[in-house]
């Protein structure tokens, strides 16, 4: 069994002494007196998992006497393992030798407020422990635990292009618990789903009493928006200021609550892809508040704003200055930039996904603004996963207006080389602007309409591996695909933007209210962008979860998604399948998907107008006189010398 345990390693242990427990520090507190030591365990739950056959758990404690002399304190763990450090008053040691556990150091930073104890697991065995923190006569026990991971833990298969993805943002799906709406003690105090900007109540139950309704709409994962703590005064309901690295926000439910989410997905069989941020964490954070150090952070001593020009990080005529402020800048003054080239910070980043990733069983994970973030360190914590789980899948938010700068951004990719950012998938933003605009324009043969998508893909040839590319109409921080309700009377747009989303290269992700036709401008501002899906709150006037209190327009379109949503579930052609596109002739755009005998040709027409195509012409992708539409059920004859396409029509042919 592959030994996979190294990475997780460290623990980091802070430690507020007596002089100093003034500071504001509720985190964590274990209160053995108050004016004696508090502890916060950075590290989470004080578990890390290991994997191994002939363990045999050590129940002996053997103690050792610490030893004091002078100022110099000596930190013991065991009989042949014992470290010598100077750090104040503070002392560290394991109450028993452990034969698998060694502390491989104790680092102290700036702030007298922290230690950093890291141990080599390099032969640990599951077990647990206790830590000792020692001041005086004044002592605190923290319990360690070694975890055996579960069984073919590292084989988990992540979200791939056989997959659509679902975007929920938590607080906005559905309220499934009122009485976690207001947690007392936490800085934002009410809810008010009139407005955008405050918190609506949404929550882990909500979306679990919907599971059903997400499932047979044909998605086959669940993409969550943040959901760790964002303890801030305001505006945090989207979860993107952390305030806590090991803990869900309470608002949405407990740690429990989000692995018993997790446990029903994968029951039905859907995976699930977790938001993480690791540019930046909230402002109330700790690690803020009371900082380890002051190069904790980029920008420590004012707070200066990113120019946002992440194309810095590839641009080979960049300037330094230009590079430094892009990165190092804060991307607002409530989100703190976390500086990933301290070792510690890494590390803690590092250690924290992989915990998630063991102690909740995600499938993916969505990094959360990827280029503000250190290259390499970003490449590091790519790599470091990818070991411990081979077929996990990573995407980037990678909000680049080119393909050029996302490719760069892609494992393997040649324009980064020598450097790697490890990193499998990057999201496709640019042809989310070609989709807003391919699906209504009249297609003439260059740059209008269909011609748009086909000269887009013709330039697939910057990319490592299109597959891996994670393509959307809109998501969360976009305007949505129909931006108001008046477009969404022309169905045939949304119709054709579904059927090619559902069927082109990539990984799809579908943002939640899509499938019944919500509408959003960002100019109203994000928050509208983010509104309640109707029926998720109880005394909703139209609960849309029923198909009875939907629209018949809303139903056209929810059926029509959902029948493509299913039809694609293991179809190999979509999943794996090559592409093979013809340049838009009489306004239709035609594309084959092939996978070994299998193929799909997608026909869609790029006219307000009925036109028809020479069927010699696609010969080549034709393999059979007839096939079946999937969206008409229809069989199609194609032994004719041509084929008439009705205006705005789809075809799905399946061979
Ligand atoms: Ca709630
Ligand atoms: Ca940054």
Not at 87 to 112: A, C, M, N, Q, R
Not at 254 to 263: I, M, R, T
Request: aromatic share 12%; proline share 4%; hydrophobic share 35%.
């Amino acid at each position: 069994m592959r030994k996979i345990y190294r990475i997780l390693a460290i623990v980091l242990v802070c430690i507020i002494t007596a002089g100093i427990l003034s500071c504001n520090e509720p985190y964590r507190s274990f209160g053995v007196s108050p004016r004696s030591l508090e502890f916060k365990v950075l590290g989470g739950s004080q578990t890390v998992y290991v994997v191994g056959d002939n363990w045999e758990l050590i129940t002996e404690d053997e103690w050792i006497q610490t030893k004091v002399v002078n100022d110099k304190i000596t930190v013991t763990v065991g009989i042949n393992n014992t470290k010598k450090v100077r750090h104040g008053s503070i002392i560290i040691k394991t109450p028993y030798d452990s034969k698998t556990v060694k502390v491989k150091d104790v680092v102290k930073l700036e702030s007298s407020n922290y230690i950093f104890l890291y141990l080599d697991l390099t032969n640990a065995q599951p077990e647990k422990f206790d830590i000792i923190l020692q001041q005086g006569k004044d002592k605190k026990v923290v319990p360690y635990e070694i975890k055996e991971r579960k069984a073919g833990s590292s084989d988990r298969v992540g979200f791939n292009s056989s997959d659509v993805l679902y975007l929920i943002m938590p607080d906005r799906f559905a309220n499934g618990d009122p009485s976690n709406d207001v947690i007392p003690g936490m800085r934002e105090s009410k809810v008010d789903r009139d407005q955008q900007y405050a918190r609506h109540g949404g929550d882990f139950k909500g979306i679990s009493n919907h599971l059903d309704y997400i499932h047979d709409l044909g998605v086959t994962a669940i993409w969550f928006n943040p959901v760790l703590e964002n303890d801030m005064p305001e505006g945090s309901y989207h979860g993107y200021a952390t305030t806590d690295y090991y803990k869900v926000d309470r608002r949405f439910g407990s740690n429990e609550e989000f692995v018993d989410l997790v446990n029903k997905t994968h029951a039905k069989g859907m995976k699930v892809v977790m938001d993480m941020i690791f540019n930046h964490c909230g402002s109330e954070h700790f690690f803020f508040t009371d900082r380890p150090s002051k190069d904790w952070f980029n920008y420590p001593e004012k707070y200066v704003q990113t120019s946002y020009k992440t194309t810095t990080q590839h641009d080979p005529y960049a300037s330094a200055t230009d590079k430094k402020l892009a990165i190092d800048g804060w991307f607002v003054e409530s989100m703190p930039d976390l500086n990933q080239r301290n070792p510690h910070v890494a590390k803690y980043l590092i250690q924290n996904s992989i915990w998630w990733i063991e102690y909740s069983g995600l499938d993916g994970i969505r990094q959360d603004t990827h280029p503000y973030a250190d290259f390499d360190m970003m490449s590091r914590w790519c790599k470091e996963v990818a070991e411990e789980y081979p077929d996990f899948n990573i995407v980037g938010e990678t909000w680049l207006n080119n393909n050029v700068a996302i490719a760069f951004w892609q494992k393997d990719s040649k324009l980064a080389a020598p450097r790697n950012s490890n990193l499998r998938c990057v999201m496709d933003f640019p042809l989310m602007g070609v989709m807003e605009n391919a699906f209504d324009e009249e297609t003439n043969p260059w740059d209008k309409g269909m011609a748009r998508i086909y000269e887009y893909l013709g330039q697939d040839i910057v990319y490592e591996n299109p597959l891996e590319l994670l393509i959307f109409l809109d998501n969360h921080d976009t305007s949505r695909f129909y931006r108001n309700i008046e477009q969404t009377s022309n169905l045939n747009r949304y119709k054709q933007a579904i059927a090619f989303l559902l069927t082109t290269r990539g990984i799809p992700e579908i943002y939640y209210g899509t499938e019944i036709l919500m509408a959003a401008d960002k100019s109203e501002g994000d928050g509208y962008l983010r509104r309640n899906f109707p029926g998720g709150w109880s005394g909703d006037p139209v609960n849309a979860f029923n198909a009875s209190e939907r629209t018949a327009h809303q139903n056209e379109a929810f059926d029509y998604i959902k029948k493509i949503l299913n039809w694609r579930k293991g179809n190999e052609a979509i999943a794996k399948g090559t592409l093979k596109h013809f340049a838009p002739t009489n306004g239709v755009y035609v594309y084959e998907r092939k996978y070994n005998d299998k193929s799909v040709v997608v026909i869609l027409s790029g006219s307000d107008s009925e036109k028809t195509i020479d069927l010699a012409t696609y010969k080549e992708i034709l393999p059979k006189n007839q096939a079946k539409d999937i969206i008409s059920e229809n069989t199609i004859n194609l032994d004719g010398q041509t084929l008439t396409i009705k205006p705005r029509s789809v075809f799905i042919l399946e061979f």
